[in-house]
């Protein structure tokens, strides 16, 4: 698998573009994108489990369930989030408008949209939006579009990989957008990726739903869950391979080149974290099963109290080591390990010998690592997050600003 240029539109018989729209009031930046196929496509997708799932998500979704679409267009600035009936209508009308610039029907595209809860969506500016983007779409506008579902992030977020299969070669790309409420269950975040492989509905969702779970399910920044989170992947074959078939050698590094560049997006998302100055890698190992190293690591990654101290630089690992014991997964406290980066600092449930020096440089890298080994169990996990500073505070206590 070799890392090559194109995000988005990477893979063949892919167009994409990102334009302005004013969707917030007075704003000038780019806010309206959208992702086409030349052709119809197999789309599978996962989505957040909050109860407050946004109209588009719920269109979206249906498509899904369908499992086949030709476009996806989502809009920044507007979540069109507890908008009820009207914000149903609307996603569906986005759907229509976007459907008729490309000859496709209105089941056929995907709706998302992120930003401000509550408000219900200008309609007439998203109208605005779906005719500049149906006219300006390009065989090279994925950095336009990755711009434009940007919210707080600071850095638009893009990928894409070439595969060689026995049957030629296939190509994914992906944009990502999400820096605040990045939690756990669908980790405020939309991955939209694309692949020119031929594949059935059935295989894509299941895969796609397996690389969601090392990924976007394995990363924090504050702990909050989105009403739009959204994961979609959309396969047009147009790469000319055979059908990807479960239980081949080119299925499975097809699922495991999927399952890479979900992760690097996943971490590209806490790299951007509102306000964050750290990026921390958490991996548990030794738990009575993979589950319970999950428990433990999201434990430290979501404690406010962790978190601060990734910010502080303090080598308090006895936050750490509560985090894990209030978790809820079972294990034997006095056999509990602990490393920042190579330092042990906790050994069989006690202080391990170490200069406090030794620690706290580590923890002043921009990355850092915290290896927990529970005991002898076959259960492990990774998970990433961020650290809580005073800018994530100012970032959002005037966001609707």
Not at 31 to 37: E, H, K, N, T, Y
Not at 256 to 277: F, K, N, P, W, Y
Not at 283 to 308: E, P, Y
């Amino acid at each position: 698998m070799t890392t090559i240029p194109g995000g988005v539109t990477a893979a063949k018989g892919f167009q994409a573009t990102g334009v302005a729209a004013a969707i917030k009031p007075n704003s000038t930046k780019k806010d309206c994108a959208l992702i086409v196929s030349d052709r119809l496509a197999t789309a599978a997708g996962t989505f957040t489990r909050n109860l407050f799932k946004a109209p588009p998500v719920r269109w979206s979704e249906s498509v899904c369930t369908r499992g086949v679409a030709r476009a996806i267009f989502a809009n920044s600035g507007n979540a069109n989030a507890c908008t009820g009936d009207r914000g149903y209508a609307d996603a569906q009308a986005t759907a229509k408008m976007v459907a008729e610039g490309i000859g496709a029907r209105s089941e056929e595209i995907c709706v998302l949209s992120t930003g401000v809860i509550g408000l219900p969506l200008p309609m007439d500016r998203i109208a605005n939006g779906v005719r500049e983007c149906l006219a300006s779409l390009r065989a090279d506008g994925s950095a336009d579009a990755a711009a434009a579902i940007m919210t707080t992030d600071t850095v638009p977020k893009e990928t894409a990989v070439e595969l060689a299969l026995s049957g030629g070669t296939v190509r994914l790309g992906a944009i990502a957008k999400g820096a605040g409420m990045i939690a756990p269950n669908m980790a405020t975040m939309f991955c939209l990726l694309t692949t020119d492989a031929a594949i059935e509905p059935e295989p894509l969702a299941k895969i796609l739903r397996e690389s969601v779970e090392v990924s976007f399910n394995q990363i924090c920044v504050d702990n909050d869950m989105s009403t739009s989170d959204s994961v979609i992947c959309l396969a047009n074959g147009a790469s000319g391979t055979p059908v990807l078939q479960p239980g081949t050698d080119d299925f499975g590094r097809f699922a495991a080149a999927l399952r890479d560049v979900c992760i690097h997006m996943a971490q590209s998302l806490v790299r951007d974290g509102e306000g964050a100055t750290k990026f921390v890698e958490i991996a548990v190992n030794g738990a009575s099963s993979d589950n319970d190293a999950k428990i433990i690591a999201r434990a430290i990654a979501t404690s406010q109290l962790c978190k601060t101290a990734f910010f502080g630089q303090d080598p308090n690992w006895g936050r750490f080591a509560c985090a894990a014991g209030y978790s809820g997964a079972s294990f034997i406290p006095e056999k509990l390990c602990m490393w920042i980066d190579d330092i042990q600092v906790m050994r069989n449930g006690m202080p391990a010998e170490y200069k406090e020096e030794d620690a706290a440089a580590c923890m002043r890298k921009p990355e850092f690592r915290i290896r927990v080994e529970v005991g002898n169990g076959p259960g492990k996990t990774v998970f990433w997050t961020s650290d809580l500073s005073h800018n994530y505070v100012e970032i959002n206590a005037d966001y609707r600003t």
